[in-house]
């Protein structure tokens, strides 16, 4: 069964389950704890995966000449989609607006803000750059960034230009291969995590109950996630690629990282099927998926950006009672683009962390009302890492596209 096809199966099941012991406080806490587990299943299986992955591909991009075209690709996709979807999110606000909803987290005390976010930016600069570069490696948990620097200058010094240097860059391909059957078998098996994942999340929306009273805020956020997926992100994908190919056959070929980063509102744990399943379902060629979609989980954060730009927003109007003017929209959305990029410090606090450094850097107290989001994470949050799932993916197309190495994967061939 294809994996689009078993996700969305698994998910049906996680509802079902829903409905029948939602009520049970057992229940809630079996699916959180084992959806716990197997979120920190994706991370044991995505950092040696872009390690080893990573430093191949650097290393077999240097000896093509095509590491300036993927590096430009790259950055160029990942700084027109962010900056697109946030201001995307204003638009949406713009024409539509809805007041933020007073969510169960709504009462917490202002200290909770220094538990999850930093005090200053400083703080947060201290923490991207490794030390000690095999402390990195056993100890990193949540964060991709030093484990990619590592990589990449392994994988500089590993092209094969030397016959003495030929046997390493064999291995290390050959650990790659390994790897990517590794994460071949975690998306093929993912569907079973999904379903205690989507339990968990239907189950906390239940009890949250927020959204049933605050259909017009749950429309926003539904209108402007189809409207970035079904047509923002296709048409800039088409044009990129100058309509040489079908981006939709992108969006039900990428489902299961997409549903995957729904329920679990980790990018570490869909990552590994967004890389897989690019190179299996899209035609990508190994070395960019292994090396453009680890990168994305840093810079492909546009998602992320569109929904704190929505969250800030709606913050604003439910505590003003007024509209923002034009000028602050704008401000907004670049403002959360801009810290977008240091979202990944927080995993699985992304839309929370752009929100509250957001309001801090444009110096908007708010009095503690925006700790309203914290009831919400589950939903907020998995929205923002599903567009970004889908950026990693139609990257990833685009990068391989420009290079001329992509090959078409026929539907029977698709896992």
Known sequence: MKTWISYLAATAFGLAATLLFGESALFSQIMYTITALVVQLGGFVLIPLVFIGFSSGIASLRKDSQGGVFARTT???????????????????????????????????????????????????????????????????????????????????????????????????????????????????????????????????????????????????????????????????????????????????????????????????????????????????????????PLYTIIGRGGSAMIATLSVLSLLYATSGQLPPDKVLVIVALSTALFSYLSPLYLGWEVFFITTITLQFLKIDLYGAELSIIGLMPLLNGLGILIDSYIAAFGAAYTTSRMGVKIDSSYRDII
Do not use: C, D
């Not at 750059?129 to 590993?158: D, H, K, W």
């Not at 047509?231 to 039900?252: E, H, M, W």
């Not at 967004?274 to 379902?281: A, E, F, G, Y």
């Open 75 to 293: 950055i160029i996709w990942s700084i027109v989609t962010t900056v697109l979807l946030a201001v995307s999110a204003a638009a949406v606000f713009r024409f539509f607006p809805a007041l933020f909803p007073a969510s169960s987290s709504a009462g917490s005390t202002p200290e909770l803000l220094s538990i999850i976010t930093p005090q200053s930016l400083s703080q947060i600069f201290s923490s991207i750059l490794p030390v000690n570069p095999f402390y990195t490696l056993v100890s990193a948990e949540s964060f991709l960034f030093p484990i990619i620097i590592i990589a990449l200058i392994l994988g500089y010094f590993l092209k094969p230009n030397l016959e003495v240097i030929r046997p390493a860059y064999v291995t290390m391909n050959s650990f790659s291969e390994t790897m990517f059957r590794l994460a071949k078998a975690y998306t093929s098996v993912g569907f079973f995590f999904i379903f205690f994942a989507s339990a968990y999340w239907f189950t906390h929306m239940q009890y949250e109950g927020t959204l049933f009273v605050a259909g017009r805020f749950l429309l926003m956020l539904i209108a402007a996630t189809f409207a970035v997926l079904l047509v923002v992100l296709p048409l800039l994908f088409g044009i990129v690629s100058r309509f040489r190919l079908n981006p939709y056959k992108v969006i039900y070929r990428m489902l299961a990282p997409a549903i995957s980063a729904l329920f679990s509102g980790s990018i570490f744990f869909s990552s590994p099927m967004t890389i897989s399943l690019s190179r299996h379902n899209l035609g990508v060629q190994k070395r960019v998926s292994a090396t453009s979609v």
